[in-house]
């Protein structure tokens, strides 16, 4: 799975309204360098949520756990294992 | 539980002064504050506020506003004194000189109600009345002899601390909210959510200067953690709120949220999905911010004018220092 890709071009089609996508470089600041507001940043979470089918607690994002791709990329996949090691749990239990 | 808001009612000074004014008075303040932002960020800090003038006490004090809404609010729910089995007060800045324990304990003393649990806790600001909605149900629901609650907050200014730029220019005011578990009338508690982030807690903090009180806003904190997530937090409240009552977003009649500054409502209705223009028109512009009790002024405004119907649905939301974010769902 190509997270920051996904994102990425989520990012150019849905939150800065035209910018192509190749200006998005991985550490490029989105948050800290006003290219997604406070209101992005709602959609962009809705997003990542849906399409990765995690959830996340308030808690969880702040401005520097989404601040870039590459974090967006690494919060992803740190939800998608601690799922994975939820459901071996589980199963174990049973 | 069924719980009402029973009545609202709210109480400002009549003296006022101009956002200008204010602002022209704290110049040294504001600039101080800014300096930390960009150049283009101090430039924007004061735009978009649509706040013309705030209401000042003057000779008279935020007591004064909380036992006049507090009448106020007691004489439209029809009920006496005897009647309120808790009294509490949130207010967030209730005065400098304030010398009482509590609003709530010299109400209780003042209104004749004897025999009031009184009870003052002191967070959220904005968003401070869902706290209180939620603090006062906790109450109600494990003790059957608490059957009415008065919730009142008075707020003021620490002089020369009226202007909160980046974020907005306060205004002296108080209101009561009668939550009542008898009784058909007033609007229906459906659920209260709230939620506080410590670590921002001296994004807006009172700090003492000089030996007087003054409100520090950590302009750089407010734009670069709490702005970011401010409307992600919100959003998550008010989609827990609503999930809980089965309800989505397109099933709430009004939104009745904070007057902190016209962008920050514009920032809302974005976040809510609501048309250009499709939050009411409050008090804000003459009022100012008056911190937790803008909902109440933004609620018996609507109430005013006709505009809540019968079996609607409201959903009040704000958010505040602490930093504090709160979204309340009632049925009319």
Redesign the interface.
């Known amino acids: 799975m190509e997270i920051k890709a996904e994102v990425r071009q989520f990012i150019a089609e849905n939150v800065l309204l035209g910018v192509h996508q190749t200006t998005i470089e991985d550490a490029t600041p989105l ?2 360098g006003g290219l997604i507001d ?2 992005g ?2 959609g962009l ?1 809705a997003f990542l949520e849906k399409r990765f089918a995690v959830e996340f607690v ?2 969880e ?3 520097h756990s989404v601040d870039t791709l590459e974090q967006i990329e690494e919060l992803i996949r740190k939800k998608l294992a601690g799922r994975k090691v939820d459901t071996a749990g589980g199963g174990q239990q049973i | 539980m069924n719980v009402r808001i029973a009545a609202a009612a709210y109480a400002v000074p009549s003296d006022g002064e101009t956002v200008e004014a204010v602002l022209a008075l704290e110049r040294d303040r504001v600039e101080a504050t800014l300096a930390p932002l960009s150049p283009q960020a101090r430039l924007k800090a004061a735009e978009g506020l649509g706040l013309s003038r705030v209401r000042v006490c003057g000779a008279r004090q935020p007591y004064d506003l909380v036992l006049e809404a507090a009448s106020t609010a007691m004489a439209e729910a029809g009920i006496t004194a005897q009647d309120l089995n808790l009294i509490l007060d949130y207010s967030t800045f209730p005065g400098e000189n304030s010398q009482y324990l509590s609003f709530a304990h010299k109400l209780s003393a003042d209104l004749g109600a004897e025999t009031s649990l009184n009870l003052g806790f002191k967070s959220g600001g904005c968003g401070a009345l869902h706290l209180a909605i939620k603090t006062a149900l906790g109450w109600m629901s494990t003790d059957e002899s608490i059957r009415s609650a008065l919730l009142v907050t008075g707020d003021t200014a620490p002089q020369g601390s009226r202007s909160l730029l980046p974020v907005t220019v306060q205004g002296d005011a108080a209101s009561a909210v009668i939550l009542t578990r008898e009784g058909t009338g007033g609007a229906l508690l459906l659920g209260v959510e709230a939620m506080t982030l410590g670590h921002l807690h001296d994004a807006i903090a009172l700090v003492k200067t000089n030996g007087h009180l003054e409100i520090k806003v950590d302009a750089a904190c407010m734009e670069n953690e709490v702005m970011p997530v401010y409307y992600l937090n919100l959003f998550w409240l008010v989609q827990k709120v609503l999930a809980a009552s089965s309800l989505s977003l397109s099933d709430i009649d009004h939104f009745i949220y904070s007057n902190i500054s016209q962008r920050d409502r514009e920032g809302f209705r974005r976040m809510v999905g609501l048309r250009e223009g499709g939050l009411p028109a409050t008090p804000m512009a003459e009022y100012g911010h008056t911190f937790a009790s803008d909902l109440v002024i933004n609620y018996v405004h609507m109430r005013r004018e006709g505009r809540i119907l019968p079996g609607q649905l409201l959903l009040f939301a704000s958010a505040g220092i602490g930093f504090t974010w709160g979204v309340t769902l009632a049925r009319a």
């Open positions: 948050v800290t406070s209101i940043l709602v979470v308030p808690r994002i702040d401005v």
